[in-house]
């Protein structure tokens, strides 16, 4: 009843079983838990087994690959999936209304017969990027959904969702994934052996950094924060923290990628302070060396955590950024 190419998360995604079985789902769900752990593979799984052959989420069948296909369509059979777009990375009203989307808008969409033996899912993802405007046409719908429709809003940021959405969808709480579980995705998207405990660290219970580039990103990134740390300026490295121009991914995504990275390295270096093994074997020399300059790691966690509040108010991505690097240095 399961896919087998998802790992992790058995407990939620047996429970969202049971309860879809039993007729016990309701209204909206709101997921949340760090970017990148697979939130959006399990809201699709249940999607998905509906439309499976075997109605098992066998993973093979031919309607089990129209959830694999990529890049993801955002319509399938009884699945509709809305998404933040374009560079300022927001649900725009458009989407939800109009037929940017589906023909004759989301509402209409989500009062449609389901097809046989389906239910209707409409998953939105960062559900923390709708607006006002786009939430207040889905409000209504997303409180009492027509039978058989079902909402799945998925956050990183539950503090930065709308209070009018949250009030109105019930909780599940994912967890980072663990190590064996993110580390044999790894293997399977052909990561070697030998890089897998640098790769593990850098991902951080997280599947975010399975594209090769994204994962050299990241770590150019931690080298920028160590040498920030080292005391060099943040003019000098600057280009590995702030966002790519050329990237697909939004700004805000993208300044958030690096300050998580910066996280790390500040969890790290408390690690080395404390004397434990160090998982980022690549920069523990530099990091051990910093133990003598009294770096304020908690100032710095609190600083880069302030950063991502202000990046959902659109704040400047540059300003941000130099604000954390004083901190540190
Ligand atoms: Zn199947």
Request: proline letters at 5%; one cysteine or more; a neutral charge.
């Amino acid at each position: 009843m399961f896919d087998k190419s998802i790992l992790g998360h058995m407990e939620i995604r047996s429970r969202l079983l049971e309860r879809v079985n039993a007729g016990k789902f309701y209204g909206s769900l709101l997921f949340v838990g760090q970017d990148g752990i697979g939130k959006r593979r399990v809201a699709l799984e249940m999607a998905q087994r509906e439309v499976c052959f075997r109605r098992s989420a066998c993973g093979v069948c031919e309607g089990c690959k129209l959830f694999k296909t990529d890049p993801l369509p955002k319509e399938f059979p009884n699945l509709l999936r809305i998404a933040p777009e374009g560079k300022a990375g927001l649900i725009k009203v458009d989407t939800i209304r109009e037929d940017e989307l589906v023909e004759g808008g989301v509402i209409n969409w989500a009062y449609q017969a389901a097809p046989p033996n389906c239910h209707r899912w409409i998953v939105i993802e960062d559900a923390h990027r709708l607006g006002k405007a786009s939430a207040n046409i889905l409000l209504k719908t997303l409180e009492e959904p027509p039978p058989d429709t079902f909402f799945l809003l998925l956050t990183h940021m539950p503090e930065s969702v709308l209070p009018t959405i949250q009030s109105r969808s019930e909780r599940v709480v994912f967890s980072p994934l663990r190590s064996d579980e993110i580390g044999e995705v790894a293997l399977r998207h052909g990561w070697d052996k030998s890089e897998l405990d640098v790769w593990i660290a850098v991902s951080n219970g997280t599947l975010k950094y399975l594209d090769r580039d994204m994962f050299a990103r990241a770590c150019s990134q931690i080298d920028a924060w160590v040498s920030v740390m080292e005391g060099i300026p943040f003019k000098n490295v600057s280009e590995s923290l702030l966002p790519d121009k050329s990237s697909e991914l939004a700004q805000s995504q993208q300044v958030t990628l690096a300050l998580e990275q910066l996280l790390i390295v500040l969890d790290e270096q408390m690690r080395i302070l404390k004397g434990m093994p160090a998982h980022l074997t690549q920069w523990a020399a530099r990091l051990g060396s910093l133990t003598n300059k009294q770096i304020n790691v908690q100032d710095g966690c609190k600083c880069a955590l302030e950063a991502m509040r202000n990046l959902s108010r659109n704040a400047a991505p540059e300003t941000l950024l130099r604000k954390v690097s004083l901190t540190l240095n």
